[in-house]
């Protein structure tokens, strides 16, 4: 050990007077101590010399301190706190030297190594044990020789000093203690300082081969990682979030995984997640789950483990035995994350972040760590009313995202995930932790930045150049004065519609009779938000796709088509939202020549720039130096907006074409004066980012579920859509799982502007309503007996709430329908519009056929 000066020594005496101050002072501290009383300006100074005094002691850029004296009589120990912050940033977590001060019999200080009480509840002495056998010998017989105890592995007992359960916490997580009585306090303040110098000599000397040995940590086997789980009642959630299962009875050759809700218990061995493991590698390293196990137990056992997980798609069993692609394994789960708010990226980027700064050391996420930067974050991104609350939902709703578990203080009842608490959270979890592949490949500065890259690529730009909700509404409502002041006649809802159509999927059909607007639309639209709209006219002679995608000539030339050039001009301009706008769409039959285009709005995958991007639209084969154009896509920020005349001159659609639209029907018309457009000027809008028109989700299980109303909104869409399915089954029109998920991610979205759905007179529309118009009843064509139950039945459904009985009952409501004007909507039905639409298809098919179109 290095000498001390005598001036380090002179200067470290008014440290120890001050301690002794303290202890003289305490026993008479009133019961509420305020910032002025005398013991919190000993803490005050307590603090100041500590953090002056430690680098002249021992150099180290990581020291921190902490002092306190409590509240009141709620503290009975008085404490200060040495921390290295790779270690430890206060006394919540980790192993720090600490300086315990009792003022009652027997009076003086205990200086020591001790470990969080906080963070290892119950489990102190376990934690102690533990780092006591990662010191040397050698080290060990320094403390000793300077007067410390080995309460771990010496033959000496701990001190019994001070009283209640917080003196009894803090002895238990003693790891080496020395304790310094009244008057050797007062008396040898230079023999305390040499030993507080060995102490912090050998904790430094820890803290720097942890540090190192974490830069390079090796991946745990199957059953030490099992044992950390069981001792961390660490929880897993299945695949399809129907069950819940720990870790316990790790023996040497394998252990138990216990399911909560039926309490039985499966057993894996190590022998078994062995040959799981080869036999993935004998599969290129990917297969089926249930090939993997047809247990789901032993399926959350083997994929929780460091050699496995489960891929993004929740049914493919992934080997885990390269670095980068451990980390793309990952970065396509981040991706897949099922949110509608910020709450779960803002987390996981915020660990991301610790993990590379420094400050998260081990795999242990805690709830109040992240509360101060996860407020902070989301004030950036202009949510000022971030609180514990929006944690605690992000917090525990990750648990469903594969690579997030929750340790449990105890096996009892878990934390909801659908309605969770702050309060819920501190009581039960005490941490949370990655899956331990991610973990491992997060120690590399690489993988770091490839994630936040992923999480930036995703989010971020909704966040820094999207308008926050209110400022959204602020502008659609500036949208509306703005095209109302240029003299077009929209109702609101028709406008609201269209732009959350076509946030939703970006395929729009605006049908319609001639002149009310279909063509314009689009174009005022993208010329109000800074965006770009480009007219295709269609021919009647299109009967394939070389006009839209393109052909090779019979110079062997590729000459592009109109909409593949479009969307080459919208992936190199991705800071603007384009529009492709088919003029007259159903000129030539639209199946014909854009098959190609709609297998590739379907078969949709994230974008790297954000929204999800086609595949490939070109399906044949170019010579190679025309690859670019092999491989073009829809990219996520181009929308296919067409246009319909339904007239003896058109085509019809195919179920196959609507069934991949949004289709909107543009025909309410008021030629009276009192409609026309006032000469109002409409206020500059608010610019809009092409980020905000990305599709969020293209799917149903991309959203986040478990936020109430989200989850209210896709229940009662889904209810009403098996009753629909009900009247469908008549003549084999039922609508499937693509249909349901748009409909539902439509009305998320119009909730985000519910007020925009209303008309010029202010009265409100429903956007279930309106969903149902657009993407159930234009499938409806034909004529017979079984188009006539199937539209009984939905009159019924959409009048009353339930098919109707019988016939009589169906022309009654039809005929009142008749002599109220065949009005646009039927006041008082649970969906107006649509009621109003089936007596009007109901009528035509008195002439033997009907359908949607007028």
């Known amino acids: 050990m290095n000498r001390i000066s005598v001036d380090v020594l002179l200067r470290w005496s008014e440290f120890w007077e001050q301690c002794a101050l303290l202890l003289s002072i305490y026993p008479n501290r009133p019961t509420s101590i305020s910032k002025d009383a005398e013991a919190k ?3 005050r100074r307590l603090k100041v010399l500590s953090q002056d005094l430690l680098p002249l002691l021992l150099e180290n850029e990581h020291w921190l301190t902490d002092a306190s004296v409590g509240k009141g009589n709620w503290a009975a120990i008085p404490w200060v706190g040495i921390f290295d912050s790779r270690e430890s940033t206060g006394a919540q977590q980790g192993v720090y030297p600490v300086i315990h001060l009792f003022p009652e019999s027997p009076i003086g200080i205990r200086l020591g190594l001790g470990v969080s009480v906080t963070e290892y509840r119950s489990q102190e002495i376990e934690r102690a044990t533990q780092v006591r056998e990662q010191f040397t010998e050698e080290q060990c017989r320094d403390l000793v020789y300077v007067g410390f105890r080995d309460v771990i592995r010496g033959d000496d007992d701990r001190a019994e000093v001070g009283t209640g359960k917080f003196a009894r916490k803090y002895s238990r997580g003693m790891i080496f203690e020395r304790f310094v009585d009244f008057e050797e306090l007062k008396t040898n303040a230079t023999e305390l300082t040499n030993a507080l110098h060995v102490l912090l000599t050998v904790y430094k000397n820890w803290v720097d081969r942890q540090t190192s040995s974490r830069r390079n940590p090796p991946k745990p086997d199957f059953l030490d990682l099992m044992r950390t789980y069981a001792a961390q009642n660490v929880v897993f959630i299945s695949p ?8 316990d009875a790790v023996s040497e050759s394998g252990c138990g995984v216990y399911r909560f809700d039926t309490q039985t218990t499966v057993t894996v061995t190590q022998k078994s997640h062995d040959e799981k493991r080869e036999w993935l590698r004998s599969n290129s390293g990917k297969g089926n789950r249930f090939d993997l196990d047809g247990t789901v137990a032993r399926q959350m056992c083997y994929l929780q483990s460091a050699d496995m997980a489960l891929a993004a798609d929740r049914n493919t069993a992934v080997l885990l035995d390269d670095e980068a692609k451990t980390a793309q394994e990952f970065i396509d789960l981040v991706r897949s994350m099922q949110t509608s708010y910020l709450y779960k990226p803002v987390i996981l980027a915020l660990v991301i972040e610790g993990i590379r700064d420094g400050e998260l050391q081990d795999n242990r996420i805690e709830f109040d760590w992240l509360l101060p930067r996860f407020i902070a974050r989301l004030k950036e991104h202009e949510h000022a009313n971030a609180g514990e609350q929006q944690l605690a939902e992000g917090f525990a709703r990750m648990a469903n995202d594969l690579f997030w ?35 491992h490949v997060l120690q590399r500065p690489e993988f770091q930045k490839q994630v936040l890259d992923a999480l930036a690529a995703k989010w971020w730009p909704e966040v820094n150049t999207l308008m926050s909700n209110s400022n959204y509404v602020q502008s659609m409502e500036q949208l509306v004065a703005a095209i109302d002041a240029q003299g077009f006649v929209f109702h609101p809802w028709q406008i609201a519609t269209y732009v959350t159509a076509l946030r939703t999927k970006p395929f729009v059909i605006l049908a319609g009779i001639s002149g009310t607007g279909k063509s314009k639309l689009p174009e005022l639209v993208s010329s109000l938000t800074s965006g770009n709209c480009t007219r295709v006219s269609v021919r009647p002679d299109w009967t394939d796709s070389s006009e839209v995608l393109g052909y090779v000539d019979l110079s062997d030339r590729f000459r592009p088509g109109r909409v593949l050039q479009l969307a080459s001009d919208a992936q190199a301009n991705p800071s603007q939202y384009h529009v492709c706008l088919i003029d007259e769409m159903n000129l030539a039959r639209v199946e014909h020549y854009f098959a190609e285009v709609l297998s590739g709005i379907e078969d949709r995958r994230p974008d790297p720039h954000g929204g999800f991007q086609s595949t490939a639209l070109l399906s044949q ?15 996520g920020n181009l929308g296919i907006v067409g246009t319909v005349n339904m007239d003896e001159s058109s085509h019809g659609f195919s179920r196959k074409v609507l069934d991949r639209a949004f289709t909107i029907e543009l025909s309410e018309v008021d030629l009276s004066l009192d409609s026309s457009p006032s000469s109002k000027v409409s206020q500059p809008l608010v610019e809009w980012s092409q ?5 969020s989700a293209s799917r149903i299980s991309q959203v986040d579920l478990s936020n109430q109303l989200n989850r209210a909104i896709a229940e009662q869409a889904t209810s009403l859509l098996q009753q629909i399915n009900h009247s469908l089954v008549h003549c084999q029109l039922q609508v499937g799982y693509r249909t349901r998920d748009e409909i539902i991610l439509f009305l998320i979205h119009a909730e985000e502007i519910r007020g925009l759905f209303r008309t010029r007179g202010g009265d409100a529309v429903d956007p279930l309503d309106l969903a149902i118009m657009m993407k159930i009843l234009p499938r409806l064509v034909g004529g017979g007996n079984a188009i006539r139950q199937t539209l009984m039945g939905l009159i019924g459904v959409s009048v009353q709430g339930q098919p109707l009985v019988t016939e ?18 039927i006041e008082g039905a649970r969906l107006p519009r649509s009621a109003a639409r089936l007596c009007l298809m109901w009528k035509r098919l008195e002439d033997g056929y009907t359908s949607y179109w007028l």
């Open 691 to 695: 980020d905000f028109w990305k599709c």
């Open 41 to 43: 300006q000993v803490e």
């Open 405 to 439: 578990l929750h340790a449990y203080r105890g096996r009892g009842q878990l934390v909801s995930l659908d309605n969770p608490s702050a309060t819920q959270i501190r009581k039960r979890i005490s941490h949370a932790r990655l899956h331990e592949a991610f973990w």
């Open 621 to 635: 084969k170019l010579p190679a130096e025309y690859n670019q154009w092999q491989e073009q896509v829809l990219p």
């Open 240 to 247: 399809k979030r129907e069950a819940s299962y720990s870790i």
């Open 808 to 825: 009589d009952e169906t022309v009654s409501i039809v005929e009142a329908w008749i002599s109220g004007g065949r009005a646009e909507l």
